[in-house]
């Protein structure tokens, strides 16, 4: 083979390390495909930390042990976090996003890959150390950040349907009362979709009474999946008491619904508190 | 500012450019960036372009003229989308993911990440000359990889609801006839959703009579908006002649859907006749 440079190598790293974000690495995979010394690869290594520390392109972390290798994360600072959904949020303060029902007009934030994936890394930063094997959202608006998170994390996601008439196969079905409305709603995920045993980060868009993410739950509880956290685009700041706890969102919204000029959207507690720390 | 090394550089500009596909950077931008000379970036560039063809990292690309710059857009040689395309076929040929009414069970492959991504990347190789403004799906299966698509061109995505009982404020509806079921469906999209005059690229996860795409055509046609292409993931070999023309799938699937054993799956057509050119 040619010899390659180093800084070929290196761009090369870069690339395919972060385009497979929170994937082990070994070094002797790299060694392989550039036909370089560990001790040279390691070089590499030790300068793209640099590099990506620099400026600030995402954490490269070496991951000592029998699996260990070298892996690459999406990340983003507490500064920068806060100053992204404060920006979302004097977007989304415009009285005429106010819907019927206290509901927020979201669906053209939601579709933008740029936006999705900053909030998807936002989130994936709150549960590594969780250790969730997938995401689990539920249809429609929550699906393209639910992507991202899955995408920054490794993992697979899943995602629960409205009912089951969509030609999806043998499926348990829940039965759940959507908060805010009181209705009976019914959520299907298809038999094979999960593992038992595994565990859950439930990722949706919006949250207000917390009826649907309780439904989210329950479905996991049938598949004995353990839920290890909620996280949402946006909840509201009434009801103040959820179905669930230890939700975590990026942004929180309090209207009157009769008056849409009284709406106010500001970043969570939890990402504030993170600067000022 | 310290002084930057060029394997430095070319890490750092491989991850800029590789994370917005499809954006055009001045070189006047990383000039200022790292404090370096245009000559300098330039030598950058073409060394970048050389790794990128090496290693197959996909295309970067010097655009000329007043609004000129550096581009990357992620490719993928005919063998490997073919390969790719004909490895997807083997693992969806199994007879029980044969679904009633002549479906099949796709949402596992639909809501993996690498999956959708590498999907997003040949379907976006089609359509770039065409110049769409704006990728449009309609909920909820196909979502995942018109939201790659969409990144990969560096586009937004706009996502089309199944009706507009769905809290997202004022709606354009229009009904459609369900080519196979034959049933009247509504299909709806917020009014402020798209711009008039502008250019859609529609991507979905089936398309079997076309009733569906026909439908968001129609509503397209409503918003005044041109349809540059219609691109799935899957169609069906029945019914040969479907309600739309110049469609382009992935993948072909052909059962009698009273005897699921008959069921085969392989790679469109276009995608085999470009590996034998």
Request: aromatic content about 6%; glycine content about 6%.
């Amino acid at each position: 083979m040619e010899h390659i440079r180093r800084n070929e190598r290196m761009a090369a790293l870069t690339k395919l390390l972060t385009s497979a974000p929170n994937r082990i690495f070994t070094l002797s995979h790299f060694c392989e495909l550039f036909g370089a010394a560990k001790s040279t690869l390691s070089e590499d290594i030790d300068l793209l930390k640099g590099v990506f520390t620099r400026f600030q392109l995402g954490q490269l972390e070496t991951v000592t042990g029998a699996a260990g290798g070298v892996r690459y994360r999406r990340a983003i600072s507490p500064e920068k976090a806060h100053s992204f959904v404060s920006d979302l949020c004097q977007q989304l303060s415009t009285t005429s996003r106010v819907l019927p029902g206290g509901f927020l007009y979201l669906s053209d934030i939601l579709s933008q890959h740029e936006l999705v994936t900053t909030m998807g890394t936002i989130i994936a930063q709150q549960y590594y150390d969780a250790q969730p094997d997938f995401v689990l959202t539920m249809e429609t608006k929550g699906i393209p950040v639910a992507l991202m998170t899955a995408e920054a994390m490794g993992l697979p996601l899943v995602i629960a349907r409205r009912s089951s008439k969509v030609y999806e196969g043998p499926a348990v079905n829940i039965n759940y009362v959507s908060g805010s409305a009181g209705h009976i709603e019914t959520m299907s995920l298809n038999r094979r979709a999960v593992t038992e045993g595994t565990r859950a980060l439930i990722v949706d868009d919006f949250l207000k009474a917390g009826g649907t993410a309780k439904g989210m739950i329950d479905l996991m509880a049938e598949f004995h999946v353990d839920v290890i956290g909620t996280a949402f685009v946006m909840s509201t700041a009434a009801p103040q008491k959820k179905q669930i706890e230890n939700d975590r969102s990026l942004m929180v919204m309090d209207v009157d619904p009769a008056d849409p000029s009284t709406l106010t959207v500001r970043p969570a507690d939890w990402l504030t508190q993170s600067v000022k720390a």
